[in-house]
């Protein structure tokens, strides 16, 4: 398992994941926002993400939004595993 931080809006969160997609759940659960679908949060989160970092952030697949996240800084490893 991997450390990961994701810092976009307020205090910044800390998760553990085998990957660092990991970051959509670990967001979703400390978001106010509700979505009725996993698809309308992932467009809704990527639309928030792109406001607040000014850069565009894609959400056609997990791997895209996940490059961009990391790729502006949103999303970070903390400490990697070593096995």
Not at 19 to 35: K, T, V
Not at 44 to 61: E, I, Q, Y
């Given at each position: 398992?991997?450390?990961?931080r994701?810092?976009?809006g307020g205090?910044?969160?800390?998760?553990?994941?085998?990957g660092?997609?990991?970051?959509?759940?670990?967001?979703?659960?400390?978001s106010p926002?509700?979505?009725?679908?996993?698809?309308?949060?992932v467009?809704?989160?990527?639309?928030?993400?792109?406001?607040w970092?000014?850069?565009?952030?894609?959400?056609d697949?997990?791997?895209s939004?996940?490059?961009d996240?990391?790729?502006?800084?949103?999303?970070?490893?903390?400490?990697?595993e070593?096995?």
């Amino acid at each position: 398992m991997t450390k990961y931080r994701l810092k976009i809006g307020g205090d910044p969160i800390e998760f553990t994941s085998t990957g660092p997609e990991g970051f959509i759940d670990a967001w979703r659960m400390e978001s106010p926002y509700e979505w009725k679908t996993y698809d309308q949060w992932v467009k809704n989160a990527a639309a928030l993400a792109c406001d607040w970092s000014g850069k565009p952030v894609r959400f056609d697949t997990i791997e895209s939004f996940t490059d961009d996240m990391m790729r502006h800084g949103m999303l970070e490893v903390v400490d990697a595993e070593q096995s």
